[in-house]
């Protein structure tokens, strides 16, 4: 399995730019996580789904930010407009969900840059 | 509420052991979970215990659990440079009805020093 595959890796835009992330989860897997890490916050959950319904968006920072599910193998997070306070390493993770245990497998990141 | 702590930092000289530890708030946490993330990469699964064990271990990992004190360790064996890395303690607090959110803590910086 090629694991958690995310689009771009880096990303550097300019203020007020829209941003889109994508995120193609492991086959089979029925949960995907979006997370952002920063130096200062450390790794934060922003939203995840659960068979490709938002379960919990309360880390979604403010409305500049959404995510969609169109199906289970393709999810993006989009910033509209981005702002230099964005700029962190953005994290995509998928599990298979079963109630007993919650094994989340990360993608390598996109690392944003906001100027 | 849930919390994991962990210590930022921890370092060791190469062929030591690393003890590396986290504690939890959630009783009800019935897997824990230690991640990797080396620099510039994703974080990677390293092990996990389920709370009904109090040690697992594989090849040179050993994890412990206190489930009085809610206390987790990561002991790294003939610690390596290349097991530089930050390394992630995380909880899954089963609440029941549809929450799948591990819980992760602000992971610990291990230089290894050769």
């Known amino acids: 399995d090629a694991g958690v595959i995310q689009s771009p890796r880096h990303e550097v835009t300019e203020m007020g730019q829209e941003v889109t992330l994508r995120c193609k989860p492991i086959s089979g897997h029925n949960s995907l996580f979006w997370y952002r890490q920063t130096m200062m916050r450390g790794l934060e959950l922003l939203i995840y789904f659960n068979n490709n319904v938002p379960i919990d968006d309360s880390g979604m920072p403010e409305d500049r930010f959404s995510a969609k599910m169109p199906n289970a193998s393709f999810s993006t997070l989009k910033i509209q407009p981005s702002e230099p306070r964005d700029s962190a390493v953005y994290f995509c993770a998928s599990s298979l969900t079963t109630g007993e245990g919650e094994t989340q497998y990360f993608g390598p990141g996109t690392r944003l840059l906001v100027l | 509420g849930e919390d994991v702590e962990q210590s930022l930092f921890l370092s060791v000289r190469e062929g030591d052991s690393s003890v590396i530890n986290c504690t939890y708030t959630d009783s009800s946490s019935t897997y824990l979970y230690w991640y990797k993330q080396e620099p510039g990469a994703g974080l990677q699964l390293l092990t996990y215990?389920?709370?009904?064990?109090d040690m697992k271990q594989d090849q040179r990992l050993t994890v412990l659990l206190n489930k009085k004190d809610k206390h987790l360790s990561l002991r790294i064996a003939d610690t390596q440079t290349g097991d530089s890395a930050i390394y992630f303690c995380?909880?899954?607090?089963?609440?029941?009805?549809?929450?799948?959110?591990?819980?992760f803590g602000k992971g610990t910086k291990l230089s290894v020093i050769p």
């Open positions: 215990i389920f709370s009904n064990m």
């Open positions: 995380a909880e899954f607090p089963y609440s029941g009805a549809g929450s799948y959110q591990l819980t």
